[in-house]
């Protein structure tokens, strides 16, 4: 027999509050769960016509939402009205909460929805905060900004879902008790981000960029970027750290040089021809302590070139994460994990006699 509708025109039992920067999908999980329901038995509760699925799009390279729910103004009144929350308090704390694009009054007034990938970049965050926050285990899909990644009280580096062959890479977060420098790094990176507000996320942009650049061309006497991707991985499948956390790697000297921009903005667009040397290079090998920097070979013929723009979270202008758009069929987290011989784990199979009992 179907299960009966249950019966939501009273307020909720047990109120859940939204987490700073979570995903809207996320939030009604929660809300869900707390009731001992599914998220459509949520919906129907509600009489919220169950969401339409839009085809999956071409997703910008790196973590995303697998799905995220949108629901139009009058869906939105109704879940405010069952939580107790006031709609401009959920629109505050879920970016994606007024997504949803109502077309025409028949449509805003029709409790629905949809369902689709969303453009900005989620991620789990720390664990052990939700726990704290939610007094449960279960990851909270986040659209966390750049600067809020590292949690310094627990010292992680949130990593955002990878997948390889269609299959999640098992591995989230990144420990950081062992490489202080990150964090450190991390309250530098907030500092610059409330002095120079969009001026330092363009920096940090264009830093992140020209950092990847060199830890994918560093010589071999670059030692201390293959040291830190040993000591986040204690020691182990250091090749494949070194590609899941990239950014966390070389984080300290990009938030170096990003002070180092942010305060000399007309180095940032200077042009020489390759191989021709140039002033900054000096400044830019002393300043995170590297001879082989000097060598112009290393840096690209325009350093406006490493500036990209990306969506911003609404209402967070200074979010971030300086990832870009691919060309059709080109995957680079799964080829260098495939490079690197990443096996993801065999799929549970089920023998003979584990199924005749």
Same mark, same amino acid.
């Not at 009604?28 to 769960?33: H, K, N, Q, T, V």
């Not at 509600?46 to 016509?49: K, M, N």
């Not at 285990?137 to 986040?142: A, G, I």
């Not at 990593?159 to 390889?164: A, E, M, N, S």
């Given at each position: 027999m179907p299960r009966a509708l249950p019966d939501l025109s009273h307020q &909720? #039992?047990? %109120?859940?509050?939204? =987490? @700073?920067?979570e995903t809207n999908a996320s939030f =009604?999980?929660? =809300? &869900? $769960? &707390?009731h001992r329901l599914t998220t459509t038995e949520l919906l129907d509760g509600?009489?919220?016509?169950r969401p339409k699925i839009s085809p999956d799009r071409q997703r910008i390279h790196g973590p995303h939402a697998p799905t995220e729910l949108y629901l139009n103004a009058s869906a939105r009144t109704r879940v405010s009205q069952y939580t107790g929350i006031p709609e401009a308090h959920l629109a505050h704390a879920l970016p994606c909460w007024q997504g949803h694009q109502d077309r025409g009054p028949a449509t805003a007034t029709r409790p629905g929805g949809t369902m689709r990938p969303s453009d900005l970049p989620a991620v789990t965050g720390c664990p052990h905060c /939700?726990?704290?926050? /939610?007094?449960?285990?279960?990851?909270?899909?986040?659209?966390?900004?750049?600067?809020? #990644?590292v949690c310094g009280r627990h010292r992680t580096w949130a990593?955002? %879902?990878? /997948? #390889?062959q269609d299959m999640t890479v098992p591995h989230t977060h990144v420990l950081l008790h062992k490489t202080p420098e990150i964090v450190l790094a991390h309250h530098a990176h907030l500092r610059l981000v409330?002095?120079?507000?969009?001026? @330092?996320?363009?920096a940090i942009t264009q830093a992140a960029g020209l950092t990847e650049h060199w830890r994918r061309h560093a010589p071999k006497a670059e030692r201390i970027w293959p040291a830190r991707a040993r000591l986040i991985g204690n020691g182990k499948d250091t090749s494949m750290w070194e590609v899941l956390a990239r950014e966390a790697i070389t984080y300290p000297e990009t938030i170096t040089l990003a002070g180092l921009l942010v305060r000399r903005p007309s &180095?940032?667009?200077?042009?020489?021809?390759?191989g021709q040397p140039h002033p900054f290079?000096? *400044? *830019?090998? $002393?300043?995170l302590n590297r001879r082989w920097l000097q060598d112009p070979t290393y840096y690209p013929e325009d350093l406006s070139h490493f500036i990209r723009h990306t969506p911003r979270h609404p209402d967070h202008p200074t979010a971030y994460r300086h990832h870009t758009k691919p060309t059709p069929g080109h995957r680079p987290d799964t080829i260098e994990l495939t490079q690197l011989g990443y096996q993801p784990p065999p799929p549970q199979t089920t023998s003979r006699r584990q199924r005749a009992r």
């Open positions: &909720a #039992l047990f %109120p859940i509050r939204p =987490l @700073a920067f =009604l999980e929660r =809300l &869900a $769960r &707390a509600l009489r919220i016509r /939700t726990i704290a926050r /939610t007094g449960q285990t279960r990851p909270v899909l986040r659209y966390l900004p750049h600067q809020h #990644l990593l955002g %879902p990878h /997948t #390889l409330r002095r120079w507000g969009p001026d @330092a996320d363009e &180095a940032r667009y200077h042009r020489t021809r390759p290079h000096e *400044v *830019v090998a $002393r300043s």
